[in-house]
């Protein structure tokens, strides 16, 4: 059996990542990246936004910045704000992962489809599916596995953020390049949950506009579509226009708790390892703390400890949000259009990034409808609570 001392388990976002950091620090040491051949298990392109300094370290694969991010409230108020110190950034999954291939000379990529990872003392043993379905093992000092949970436990609330969007060329200039617009409420609301509009402006004529919702259940493609159709037509009168490619994804939105840290020698990474920011979705940065912390630890020779994307205090906070939201106790288009109208964008986007402090948390917190987060603190928190039945998601 081959013995490698770092397995990195999938290659979307968090494997890549951390194959790109652990090329940097790791010399002398064997890193495998091991990848699925069977398409089926292969997520398709995407676009990934995030929000950091002006200069990162994903710069060279930024295709495209926004200075300045709007929300539109369900009556069509809108709050315009620079992000200033911050910038919203935009990457191609195919960008980001052409540049880390090419980079990688000592990490090697290893295909083949990983049907399970026994954890022992010592090292871990990976069974792996090649595409001629024979079956191989791959004993590894370290794993990092960011195969995509299967599902969530019974107690935890689970939303999905699930999103349908369109790449679109209209006939004659639509679209302020000026602001990115976050979350547009005015779209026909759900009985639980949110939905909203995304707006990514590329130029005048070109933006991605997407319609999403958290909400339990996905729609059908009929929904998505007259989702769109409405959205594009009515409320941003796009007028004449083409589209020219579609994005399409879920997104966990849980209150589960899914450490890093998974066993002796199996750690999880991505959205598999809690990544995921559970009020928002967003995972690319929080897959970036995590694989920053794992690939300092190794450099230094010591065991990855627990390295979470997200502090305690704010998975709570969000736990909260999910409940509220998910027992229709929260009338999420005004709490979300109430939280950007009062709080200044800049301190949002770094509440989300967890790097407030407990006063900038208390600001925020002062401005969502108290009564009604405690109602669902409550709900969440009361003796014997476990959630709505048929809670089990995948
Ligand atoms: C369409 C879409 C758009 C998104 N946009 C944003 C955004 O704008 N900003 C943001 O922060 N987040 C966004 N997200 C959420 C999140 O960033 C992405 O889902 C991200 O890809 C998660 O990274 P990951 O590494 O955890 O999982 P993935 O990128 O899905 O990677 C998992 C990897 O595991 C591999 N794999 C699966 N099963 C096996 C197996 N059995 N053996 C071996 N390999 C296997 C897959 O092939 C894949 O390479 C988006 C999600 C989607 C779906």
């Not at 002006?54 to 409230?73: F, M, Q």
């Not at 960008?95 to 010592?122: H, K, N, S």
């Not at 390295?307 to 906070?317: E, F, I, Q, T, V």
Request: charged share 25%.
């Amino acid at each position: 059996m081959e013995r490698v001392d770092v397995a990195i388990v999938g290659a979307g976002a968090a494997g890549l990542s951390l194959a790109h950091r652990l090329e940097r620090v790791l010399s002398g040491r064997s890193v495998v990246v091991v990848e699925t051949p069977d398409a089926g298990l292969r997520p398709p392109e995407r676009t990934w936004c995030f929000w950091e300094a002006p200069e990162g370290e994903w710069d060279a694969v930024v295709s495209h910045r926004w200075h300045a991010l709007s929300v539109v409230g369900p009556d069509g108020t809108t709050w315009r704000s620079p992000t200033d110190p911050l910038v919203y950034k935009m990457v191609r999954s195919r960008d980001f992962e052409a540049l880390v291939r090419d980079g990688l000379r000592r990490v090697r990529t290893l295909c083949g489809t990983v049907t399970g990872i026994a954890d022992g003392p010592e090292e871990a043993v990976l069974r792996l599916r090649g595409s001629d379905g024979a079956d191989t093992e791959l004993a590894a000092g370290l794993v990092f596995d960011s195969r995509p949970p299967r599902g969530f436990p019974a107690g935890a609330v689970t939303l999905r953020q699930h999103f349908r969007g369109w790449f679109v060329r209209t006939d004659r200039p639509r679209f302020d390049l000026s602001a990115a617009v976050l979350m547009d409420l005015r779209v026909p609301q759900p009985d639980r949950g949110v939905a909203f509009g995304y707006v990514l402006p590329f130029d005048s004529r070109t933006a991605l506009v997407e319609y999403t919702e958290f909400t339990r259940d996905v729609l059908d493609d009929a929904g998505y579509e007259e989702a769109l159709r409405d959205y594009t037509g009515r409320l941003l009168e796009l007028g004449v226009f083409t589209i020219i490619g579609v994005e399409q994804g879920v997104i966990p939105m849980t209150s589960a708790r899914l450490p890093t840290r998974a066993g002796r020698r199996v750690y999880r990474i991505g959205t598999a390892g809690g990544a995921t920011r559970p009020a928002t979705g967003y995972t690319f940065a929080g897959a970036q703390r995590q694989t920053r912390q794992i690939a300092a630890a190794l450099a230094e020779g010591r065991t990855p400890g627990r390295c979470p994307a997200h502090r305690r205090r704010h998975l709570l906070m969000d736990t909260v949000l999910l409940r509220g939201l998910d027992d229709g106790v929260i009338d999420g288009a005004e709490f979300f259009a109430t939280l950007f109208r009062d709080n200044p964008l800049p301190r949002l986007l770094r509440f989300l990034d967890g790097t407030t402090g407990p006063l900038e948390e208390l600001a925020i917190g002062a401005h969502t409808p108290v009564p009604t987060m405690l109602t669902a603190l409550w709900a969440q928190i009361r003796p014997g609570q476990h959630g709505r039945s048929g809670d089990t998601q995948s």
